[in-house]
């Protein structure tokens, strides 16, 4: 059983959160792959799809049935250093 909630969702339960991690730095584009945490699921989850209008990603839980859509890109906190190419 796959599990769904979406980013509209967390923010109407906990309408006082914002990215703090972000607010004052360049914001990082995600990529499928990127192991990422939201302020308010301190979980790591895998990034399984980006769409840049809106810029909203979709989540997974690496080893379980959670599935966490439409979460803005601001709301994320990235667990990796951004690849130097």
Not at 10 to 17: A, C, D, V
């Given at each position: ?25 360049r914001e ?9 945490r939201t ?22 839980l690496p ?23």
């Open positions: 059983m796959l599990l769904f909630l979406t980013g509209e969702y967390i923010r109407m339960k906990h309408p006082e959160l914002k990215s703090k991690d972000m607010a004052n730095e990082r584009v995600p990529k499928e792959g990127d192991r990422v302020p308010n699921l301190k979980d790591g989850f895998v990034v399984v799809a980006v769409r840049e209008h809106p810029n909203v990603v979709d989540l997974d080893n379980g049935p959670l599935r966490i859509k439409n979460i803005p890109w601001a709301m994320l906190t990235f667990l990796d250093e951004e690849p130097h190419d």
